[in-house]
């Protein structure tokens, strides 16, 4: 009796990869990612994690005095590549630029955590091979080989090097090719798996975490790898199309001589591509049958038959049935969930001052407008809100059902449509792969922003009454503060400076905003004034570590 | 089903406990849940219930039938065909079983809500139960890995961007249907290693079966909707004795009214925060409204003249107008829209030169099928970004207020805010 369920929408993610390669290569088992611990819920930064940790650290320790040693010796010794001038030059200011952070730096908790930090550090071994190998090709196509699915790029999976087959390993080689381009450290990259979104992770995670509980020493190699990675990753992920492609010129120079020249790929016979003739029968048979649903019209004496009964049914409903159907309710809500915005923002456009009398008459008639729009819509959610109470005293479910009495059913969604319109699938357009692209990132910023608004309302209830209870021990308040105002005020990016005011004199405010001038000369609020507005007067550049890098991680996304 | 339907008079003969079974495999199935057949009957018969009084079924008897499954195969049968009718039962459900091989996404921006799953959120934090006190570092890492998690996400999305391009530049002009133009991945595959896909096609035939039949039941209607009004008038007739006895013992249970209802207790909460906002936005705008009005006055009083000179009421008539349409733009927005797309669509790649060739002449006879531009969907979503982050900033600033004042009581420390 059940309908089958054919949903082919699933497919596995390296299939678009494998449809731009060969299509005479039968060796598609080695693309399946292994996904061995991309989808665990980890509840805490585990013991193991804080190994890796410390071999990261280790590692980097290394790495800077490898980079070192390196930049002293004379660029022919590594054979004459072609990216190497770019990796020359990234180097040294990354180098000026760690220089300084360590400088600068302060502790970082030793709980911090850094993520898909590799427990290999025996990839390392081959720091030659993670030089920029191939001239990079701007031919668009040619042999873009099968490469591994990014979800492993996520993946906390050590790879076995050496084991694979050929192509696995070019591949591999390939992926570190590029981030030896990203990342122009290679210890850095062996010891951290390679990922350009691992750096991003990284400095994410720093930005946030340093929070100073006064472990001054341990952190400090730590925030220097997570500045590079995270440039690193910036880069990487900025031209994530360019280096993927140059990926793949690498990738395809190894294994040219390994294969056949013969181009067999989807971008020569894309076009004449056509289906197999019985799948094409099938196909056509179809789409006439959805094409002869779609256009149905019925009859009127069956339309009119069913209204009839339609009727007559509902006049054995129960007597006084709600105005609203509990599905109706629910839509019109949703609906409605805009409007106090909506009339907000168009509140706050007549706020401003008109200069002529006609645009002051217009400004308030609209403002009664509105007001006579929220005054509706008011009375529409109370009839809702009836609505909704009669249909609780119906709802059959009301009979202890396991506690929970929430209706299993969820309502469908896509019903909007109406009972025709969902014969046909709507067809999305796009003009271009920017198009494309912006759609994704849009969709994605959105679902986000949705998720963070839940979780800054979250936050605000639970750790806003622990500051206001003020049941805390004097120094433990300070970094409790800082820590809640980045997460609560901040987005967990960006976080305040509090200088004691004991520290501060009353000299004045000195020409030069250095910031070490600000936490001596600045002049200390009388208490009850309102500290706010000193603050907002106060250089805005007063993040004192966490500047760029915070608009560096804004502009990813 | 649907040779069973064309077979209708047999329904009577259907036992009460199959027909529940079968309003539930197919209500599942609309909702898009798991058919779980193990779930017990009483569970599935529950089910069923509720389903039909969510979408505002009102006939007590239904409800009254037991729970075992016993009896009332009638009942079921007017329901059935209530539900025929009220949300379109047949064609959703050959819309949600449909054999996609086009690369789909959705545009819809409707934030489901997060599953109402207690178990699931005390699983996350085991070792704080509520006497320890929480670290806020641990909450701080949280945040990170969630950002991390959504870069990650962010990259791949690209990345699966480009490759679909690729596919769709390269396979265009490819397709048999003209309007598609190209391949989806699915299909290319289908093209390059058609021997994995001996199910898609079996799919795609029994697919095509139903749909005829499902054009044969459609062709019958009438017939059918006849006999339902027969059954009806046979179920009053018998109905009127039987009611008297029910119906009392109906009233007990419906009176545990206030320990249920989480359904309710959610949406009233939602509507209540809704009326609150309004609140707020009214008593602004009851407030700037008077003030305005008395300023507006004011000044009229010193123009009596001007007032009464032919041009200002016909500027006075024209702002009206203007400020009508405006108003009414507002409130189409407030209204429900119809246009709002929900559910998947398949991703189409038209360039802007090739639009002219692909063959539109030959679908000028037909009704064209729903399309939607990635231009609008960018600009509504850009829209609904912008809002959502003048929401999130107003949330954070109104935290900085608070913890402004916080920090007024923290001795001997000034917070400077970045």
Redesign the interface.
């Known amino acids: 009796?059940?309908?089958?369920?054919?949903?082919?929408?699933y497919?596995p993610v390296y299939?678009?990869?494998?449809?731009?390669g060969r299509?005479d290569t039968e060796d598609e088992e080695q693309l399946k990612p292994d996904r061995s611990s991309s989808n665990e819920q980890e509840?805490?930064?585990s013991p193991k994690e804080l190994e890796e940790l410390e071999l990261l650290n280790r590692a980097l320790e290394k790495a800077l005095k490898v980079r070192k040693s390196i930049l002293k010796t004379p660029p022919e010794a590594r054979g004459g590549r072609e990216g190497e001038k770019a990796a020359n030059e990234g180097p040294a200011p990354k180098n000026a630029q760690v220089q300084q952070v360590l400088v600068s730096s302060e502790g970082v908790?030793v709980?911090?955590?850094v993520?898909a930090v590799s427990k290999k550090p025996t990839s390392s071994k081959k720091p030659s091979s993670y030089l920029l190998t191939a001239p990079y090709r701007t031919d668009p196509d040619v042999k873009k080989t099968h490469r591994k699915a990014?979800?492993r790029?996520?993946s906390q999976a050590p790879r076995t090097a050496g084991k694979s087959p050929s192509k696995a390993a070019a591949s591999k080689q390939a992926r570190n090719h590029r981030l030896a381009i990203s990342a122009s450290n290679q210890e850095v990259c062996g010891a951290a798996e390679s990922q350009?979104?691992t750096g991003?992770?990284k400095c994410?995670?720093l930005e946030?975490?340093s929070?100073s509980i006064g472990d001054s020493a341990r952190g400090k190699n730590l925030i220097a790898a997570g500045r590079q990675l995270f440039d690193a990753g910036k880069e990487g992920?900025g031209s994530?199309?360019e280096s993927?492609r140059r990926e793949d010129h690498t990738t395809e120079d190894a294994l040219g001589r390994n294969n056949s020249p013969q181009t067999d790929t989807?971008?020569e016979k894309?076009?004449?591509?056509?289906?197999?003739l019985?799948?094409?029968k099938?196909?056509?048979?179809?789409?006439r049958?959805?094409?002869?649903?779609?256009?149905?019209q019925?009859?009127a004496?069956?339309a009119a038959?069913?209204n009839?009964?339609?009727e007559?049914?509902?006049t054995?409903?129960?007597s006084p049935?709600p105005a609203?159907?509990?599905?109706?309710?629910?839509?019109?809500?949703?609906?409605?969930?805009?409007?106090?915005?909506?009339?907000?923002q168009?509140?706050e456009a007549?706020?401003a001052d008109h200069p002529t009398?006609?645009r002051?008459?217009?400004?308030?008639?609209?403002?009664?407008?509105?007001?006579t729009?929220?005054?509706q819509?008011?009375h529409k959610?109370?009839l809702?809100?009836e609505a909704?109470?009669s249909?609780?005293?119906?709802?059959?479910?009301?009979?202890?059902?396991a506690g929970?009495?929430?209706?299993?059913?969820?309502?469908?969604?896509?019903?909007?449509?109406?009972?025709?319109?969902?014969?046909?699938?709507?067809?999305?357009?796009?003009?271009?792969?920017q198009?494309?692209?912006?759609?994704?990132?849009?969709?994605?910023?959105?679902?986000?922003?949705?998720?963070?608004?839940?979780?800054?309302?979250v936050?605000?209830a639970e750790?806003?009454p622990v500051?206001?209870s003020?049941l805390h021990p004097?120094a433990s308040?300070?970094q409790?503060?800082?820590?809640?105002?980045?997460?609560?005020?901040?987005?967990?990016k960006?976080?305040?400076?509090?200088?004691?005011?004991?520290e501060l004199d009353s000299s004045g405010v000195p020409d030069t905003w250095t910031p070490g001038a600000?936490f001596r000369c600045?002049r200390?609020?009388q208490?009850?004034s309102?500290?706010?507005s000193?603050?907002?007067s106060?250089l805005?550049g007063?993040?004192r570590r966490?500047?760029p890098a915070?608009q560096s991680t804004t502009k990813?996304? | 089903?649907f040779c069973m339907l064309t077979l209708f008079p047999r329904f009577a003969l259907l036992q009460s406990l199959q027909f529940w079974?079968?309003l539930y495999?197919l209500?599942k199935?609309?909702?898009?849940?798991q058919?779980t057949e193990s779930d017990a009957t009483d569970t599935q018969i529950?089910?069923v219930?509720?389903?039909l009084?969510?979408?505002?079924?009102?006939?007590?008897e239904l409800?009254w039938l037991p729970s075992d499954g016993s009896a009332g195969s009638r009942e079921l049968l007017?329901a059935f065909?209530?539900l025929l009718?009220r949300?379109?039962l047949l064609?959703?459900?050959?819309?949600?079983?449909?054999?996609?091989?086009?690369d789909?996404?959705s545009?819809?921006?409707?934030?489901d809500d997060?599953p109402?799953s207690?178990k699931g959120r005390t699983?996350?934090?085991?070792?704080y139960s509520l006497e320890d006190k929480v670290?806020?570092?641990?909450?701080?890492?949280l945040?990170?890995?969630?950002?991390?998690?959504?870069?990650?996400?962010?990259?791949?999305?690209?990345?699966?961007?480009?490759?679909?391009?690729?596919?769709h530049?390269?396979?265009?002009?490819?397709h048999?249907?003209k309007?598609?133009g190209h391949?989806s991945?699915?299909?290319?595959?289908?093209?390059?290693r058609?021997e994995n896909?001996k199910?898609?096609?079996q799919?795609?035939?029994?697919?095509?079966i139903?749909?005829?039949a499902?054009?044969e039941w459609?062709q019958l209607?009438?017939v059918y909707?006849?006999w339902?009004?027969t059954v009806?008038d046979n179920m009053?007739e018998e109905g009127s004795m039987c009611k008297s006895q029910d119906a009392h013992t109906k009233k007990s249970?419906?009176s545990?009214?206030d320990?249920?209802?989480?359904?309710?207790g959610?949406?009233?909460g939602?509507?209540?925060r809704?009326?609150r906002?309004?609140?707020?936005?009214?008593d602004?705008?009851?407030e700037?409204?008077t003030h305005?009005?008395s300023a507006?006055y004011e000044?009229m009083k010193t123009r009596e003249e001007e007032l009464q000179k032919e041009e200002f009421c016909a500027?006075?008539r024209k702002?009206?107008e203007?400020?009508?349409l405006?108003?009414l733009d507002?409130?189409y927005?407030?209204?429900?829209?119809?246009k709002?797309?929900?559910?998947?669509?398949?991703?189409?790649?038209?360039?802007?030169h090739s639009a002219s060739k692909t063959g539109f002449g030959r679908s000028v006879s037909?009704?064209p099928?729903?399309?939607?531009?990635?231009?609008e969907?960018?600009r509504e979503?850009?829209m609904?970004?912008a809002?959502?982050?003048?929401?999130?900033k107003q949330?954070?600033e109104?935290?900085?207020?608070?913890?402004?004042e916080?920090?007024?009581?923290?001795?001997?420390?000034?917070?400077?805010?970045?």
């Open positions: 009796m059940v309908l089958p369920k054919a949903n082919h929408t497919q299939l678009p990869w494998a449809l731009l299509w509840s805490r930064p908790p709980t911090t955590k993520r990014p979800a790029c996520v350009k979104t991003l992770s994410a995670l946030q975490q929070v992920c994530l199309g993927s989807l971008q894309g076009s004449q591509l056509k289906f197999p019985l799948y094409r099938a196909y056509s048979r179809n789409s049958a959805w094409e002869n649903c779609r256009l149905y019925s009859s004496d069956a038959a069913r009839r009964f339609i007559r049914i509902q054995t409903f129960c049935m609203f159907s509990p599905a109706e309710i629910e839509e019109e809500v949703k609906v409605m969930q805009d409007v106090p915005l909506l009339l907000r168009c509140v007549e706020r009398l006609q002051e008459y217009e400004s308030l008639l609209t403002l009664e407008g509105l007001q729009i929220a005054s819509c008011l959610l109370q809702l809100r909704a109470e249909q609780m005293r119906l709802c059959p479910d009301c009979t202890g059902y929970s009495c929430r209706p299993d059913y969820v309502p469908p969604r896509g019903q909007g449509c109406g009972s025709t319109g969902v014969l046909a699938v709507p067809l999305l357009c796009y003009s271009s792969l198009e494309l692209r912006d759609l994704f990132a849009l969709k994605l910023q959105v679902s986000m922003l949705n998720q963070e608004i839940a979780i800054q309302k936050m605000m750790l806003l500051l206001e003020r004097e308040a300070i409790l503060y800082r820590a809640i105002y980045t997460q609560l005020c901040e987005g967990g960006r976080f305040p400076v509090l200088p004691f005011r004991n600000l600045w200390a609020p208490p009850g309102d500290p706010s000193p603050a907002a106060l805005r007063g993040e966490s500047g915070a990813t996304l | 089903m079974r079968l495999s209500l199935q609309v909702h898009g849940g058919c529950r089910f219930k509720s389903a009084w969510y979408h505002g079924y009102g006939r007590p409800y007017l065909s209530w009718h949300i379109g064609e959703q459900l050959l819309a949600r079983n449909r054999v996609r091989t086009g789909e996404t545009v819809c921006t409707c934030e997060l109402n207690q699983e996350i934090a085991p070792e670290d806020v570092r641990y909450l701080q890492w945040n990170g890995r969630l950002r991390f998690q959504w870069r990650s996400l962010h990259a791949l999305h690209q990345e699966q961007c480009k490759l679909l391009h690729k596919i530049l390269f396979t265009s002009g490819s048999m249907d309007i598609l391949f991945v699915t299909e290319t595959d289908l093209i390059r058609p896909y199910q898609l096609l799919f795609l035939e029994s697919e095509t139903q749909l005829e499902f054009l459609k209607e009438q909707w006849r339902m009004e009806l009053s249970t419906l545990k009214v320990s249920c209802c989480h359904w309710a959610s949406l009233t939602k509507i209540d809704l009326s906002d309004l609140m707020t936005v009214h602004q705008l009851q700037l409204v305005r009005k507006w000044k500027a006075a702002i009206q203007a400020v009508q405006k108003l507002l409130t927005r407030c209204a429900p829209r119809k709002k797309m929900h559910g998947s669509c398949r991703l189409v790649f038209r360039s802007k037909k009704e099928i729903s399309t939607v531009s990635a231009t969907v960018i979503l850009q609904r970004k809002s959502l982050e003048r929401e999130l949330l954070q109104e935290c900085r207020q608070r913890m402004d916080v920090a007024q009581g923290l001795d001997g420390v000034i917070c400077i805010s970045p």
